[in-house]
């Protein structure tokens, strides 16, 4: 008899990231802490904080890094709609406001330019590994789909 496996989706505003997966093991960043998924888990819907979703299938462990969401659990289907958009529309706002201080406090000789460069730099830094991780993602659900 064959092992029992649940069925991964996750959702993303920029579209669908992963769409049933097969997953013997899925581990969600719930409101309350993590949450651990295996075949015959009870229905139910979490809130999502930010951190990684974590899941096993065909042996292998892969993971994809939410900004907020909700997960509902039912029939071995684990469906996650995560908010990632947000926090690049956030991240970019954030650039854009810098900017704007940067450009206002051009001519002044103070220490918060230098905070405003670095400031920026970790923006950018972040927005890098984002992408990144969307690009892996991406990657693994079109691998393992």
């Known amino acids: 008899m064959a092992a029992k496996l649940l069925k991964l989706s996750i959702l993303t505003p920029e579209g669908t990231e992963v769409n049933e997966l097969p997953a013997e093991e899925v581990i969600i960043p719930a409101e309350n802490g993590m949450l651990g998924i295996r075949p015959g888990h009870a229905p139910l819907m979490s809130l999502l904080k930010a951190g990684m979703v974590t899941y096993v299938s ?3 462990t892969s993971s994809f890094e939410i900004y907020r969401g909700l997960a509902e659990v039912l029939n071995d289907n684990v469906i996650i709609l995560a908010g990632n ?3 690049m529309q956030e991240l970019a706002e954030e650039t854009r406001l810098q900017a704007s201080r940067k450009e206002k406090n051009a001519g002044l000789v103070n ?3 230098l905070n405003l460069d670095e400031a920026a730099m970790n923006i950018e830094r972040s927005i890098a590994v984002l992408n990144n991780l969307r690009k892996n993602a991406k990657h693994h659900g079109r691998k393992n789909s």
């Open 111 to 113: 220490g918060d330019d």
């Open 85 to 87: 958009a947000e926090i």
């Open 58 to 60: 065909g042996g292998k």
